[in-house]
């Protein structure tokens, strides 16, 4: 409220006149928003050997620098 005192005081306006443009630019955003398309990209499988899970960084880390010691 205080914001759009100074507001309206800074630019001559009425409070009323503020708080409706506040309004309208924040309800026009909100329906832009809303009308905006998400897109989702389809889950596809990362082709984890067996035996392998991402549950564990720390372990698949250790996994993946035995590989690269025997390489």
Same mark, same amino acid.
């Given at each position: 409220m &205080? @914001?759009? @005192? /100074?507001?309206?005081?800074?630019? $001559?306006?009425p #409070? @009323? #006149?503020?708080? /409706?443009?506040?309004?309208?630019?924040?309800? /026009?955003?909100l &329906? *832009?928003?809303?009308?905006? *398309?998400?897109?989702?990209?389809?889950? +596809?499988?990362? $082709? !984890? +050997?067996?035996?392998?899970?991402?549950?564990?960084? $720390?372990?698949? !880390?250790? *996994?993946?620098?035995?590989?690269? *010691? +025997?390489?």
């Amino acid at each position: 409220m &205080d @914001r759009a @005192r /100074n507001l309206a005081s800074q630019l $001559g306006k009425p #409070f @009323r #006149f503020i708080i /409706n443009e506040a309004m309208r630019s924040g309800l /026009n955003t909100l &329906d *832009k928003t809303r009308s905006s *398309k998400i897109y989702r990209m389809p889950s +596809r499988n990362m $082709g !984890l +050997r067996s035996g392998v899970s991402l549950e564990n960084v $720390g372990e698949l !880390l250790e *996994k993946i620098e035995e590989h690269e *010691k +025997r390489s």
